[in-house]
């Protein structure tokens, strides 16, 4: 007994066109499964890469805002003009009293009160953007 099944090029079986068309639609909705979960992974790889670029750069942002590597505000900077501008005033007026060459006008007598009311305004002023400046730098972290 030769129970031995040849198979070559030429061997012919026969199948239901039933079965061959399941088999066909099987194998596609595996493809399909197949390259729907690859996509999946890409777009969830692609999300998290931008994410850790994302995440770097505001670590960097986060450090290096508060030290002042970064620039500042306007608004940062618009005060420290005006408080060196106030800080020179001051210095002026308080030059010109101790020198005796304050300004004088003849309508208006300038005396020692008159300084001393502008100079505590402007010291007022100095003072409030002192406290203005190291608000912010406490806010800012520095």
Do not use: C
Not at 19 to 43: D, H, K, Q, T
């Amino acid at each position: 007994m030769n129970d031995a099944i040849d198979v070559s090029d030429k061997t012919k079986f026969a199948m239901p066109v039933r079965n061959l068309i399941s088999l066909i639609a099987s194998v596609g909705v595996g493809i399909w499964a197949y390259f729907g979960v690859i996509e999946r992974l890409n777009r969830i790889e692609t999300n998290n890469i931008l994410m850790q670029a994302d995440l770097i750069k505001n670590t960097e942002f986060r450090i290096k805002w508060p030290r002042g590597d970064l620039g500042s505000l306007p608004a940062d900077a618009e005060q420290f003009m005006l408080i060196e501008h106030l800080s020179g005033e001051f210095d002026k007026l308080l030059n010109n009293i101790e020198t005796g060459k304050a300004p004088f006008d003849q309508q208006q007598a300038l005396t020692l009160k008159f300084y001393e009311k502008r100079i505590e305004g402007l010291e007022g002023k100095v003072e409030i953007l002192k406290d203005n400046v190291a608000d912010l730098k406490a806010h800012n972290g520095d």
